[in-house]
């Protein structure tokens, strides 16, 4: 009886306790409003491909994301200013990979690419998180696989339907790359360095480096107008899409890791192509419709995995 009453008493301490569900599903909300977040950052580039040389484009909407985050990470940045040298070449790597090279290159592809092109190619990006997760070790499951696949599938499908490719695609190839390699990086962020203090301190070092490319564009291709044209949608790139869709899509691969994480990327070849659709006046049909189902299928089945 008094075994009965322990072990009655143990399931109830656990059913207490707070299940993993909660931290997935939180994850999985933050992965998709970067998402959408970061799929208007796709029709943004291709809007001022002709009007904001990408260099600016990249280096100032850095410039305005980092006055958004400063009054939450600067300080706090500074008081682990000492933990920022100890692993200063991980904050460097980030900081190259998500903020100085990749947004130029998904610039220098608006100029030529098509915004749905652009998203359907950043679909990619997925795969080689999974790949990085599998090769430290992670074991990625039979339904995350599966779903990573069929996804995969929509959005090959998606893109060989009269796609045609450009010199911009090259370009969106390697923004692919980046993202891929700085998602998966994401893993190694050490535990101690907060996320405000993490944006402001690769935000900051970003933009640096992106200061020699800025000042060399400006000198070769002269500066831009600053109408409400060019500067609602900087501003939209650097609140939304920097500040907020990094602070968001790095809190949910810590609690939810690249590959989950990157089979919910796989809505944003959807959400661009929809916004480029009613934007830009994109073309789109039923064919690209039926890919789109098949990504959204395979997003929920992959993303919904335990294992």
Not at 196 to 208: D, H, K, N
Request: net charge positive.
């Amino acid at each position: 009886m008094a075994v009965a009453d322990r072990r009655t008493a143990t399931a109830a301490v656990a059913s207490a306790r707070p299940g993993p569900s909660a931290p997935v599903a939180l994850g999985l909300g933050l992965a998709v409003l970067a998402t959408l977040v970061w799929s208007g950052s796709f029709v943004t580039s291709r809007a001022l491909g002709d009007s904001v040389p990408p260099v600016q484009h990249a280096f100032w909407r850095w410039v305005v994301a980092l006055a958004v985050v400063a009054p939450f990470g600067a300080r706090r940045a500074w008081r682990q200013r000492a933990l920022v040298r100890r692993h200063l070449g991980f904050v460097l790597l980030a900081s190259l990979l998500g903020v100085t090279v990749y947004n130029t290159l998904v610039n220098q592809a608006g100029v030529t690419t098509p915004a749905a092109n652009m998203g359907m190619i950043m679909a990619a990006s997925p795969v080689l998180m999974a790949l990085w997760e599998r090769a430290a070790g992670v074991r990625l499951g039979p339904r995350r696989v599966a779903g990573l696949l069929i996804a995969c599938v929509g959005v090959l499908l998606l893109v060989s339907d009269g796609a045609s490719f450009s010199a911009g695609d090259l370009w969106m190839i390697a923004a692919a790359c980046c993202f891929g390699s700085y998602s998966a990086l994401l893993r190694r962020r050490p535990a101690e360095l907060g996320g405000a203090a993490f944006l402001f301190t690769t935000f900051l070092f970003g933009t640096l480096m992106l200061l020699p490319a800025h000042a060399a564009s400006v000198a070769v291709q002269g500066g831009f107008s600053p109408t409400p044209g060019t500067v609602l949608p900087l501003l939209y790139v650097g609140v939304a899409s920097s500040a907020v869709a990094f602070f968001a899509w790095n809190r949910a691969i810590s609690l939810i890791g690249p590959t989950r994480a990157g089979i919910v990327y796989y809505l944003q070849p959807v959400c661009v192509a929809l916004l480029s659709w009613a934007l830009l006046a994109e073309p789109t049909g039923w064919a690209q419709a039926g890919c789109m189902a098949l990504i959204l299928g395979g997003v929920v089945l992959g993303a919904g995995a335990r294992t």
